[in-house]
């Protein structure tokens, strides 16, 4: 009976695990800031599911647990000036 439950456990485990990387980006979408201004077209997904998208002629990393996509719009938490900030 101890197995099972283990394996149970596990199982859970897993699927969370699982669905805590689920990517919200997709290369080539258009990423907005939280204050509406258009970032760009996301260059890149990464392996932790951080956009890269390319402003000003330099690649910013924009972190995966900022960005959602409420209504199919990817949008990250932080503002343009936050994200021109971080390169």
């Known amino acids: 009976m101890k197995k099972l439950q283990l394996v149970v456990l596990m199982a859970a485990v897993v699927s969370m695990s699982a669905m805590a990387?689920?990517?919200?980006?997709?290369?080539?979408?258009?990423?907005?800031?939280?204050?509406?201004?258009?970032?760009?077209?996301?260059?890149?997904?990464?392996?932790?599911?951080?956009?890269?998208?390319?402003?000003?002629?330099?690649?910013?990393s924009i972190p995966a647990n900022t960005l959602s996509a409420p209504d199919g719009k990817l949008t990250t938490s932080l503002t343009h000036r936050e994200v021109l900030n971080m390169h």
């Open 21 to 60: 990387q689920e990517k919200v980006a997709t290369k080539g979408k258009m990423l907005v800031a939280s204050d509406g201004a258009r970032l760009g077209a996301v260059y890149r997904v990464t392996e932790d599911g951080s956009a890269q998208v390319i402003i000003d002629g330099k690649m910013v």
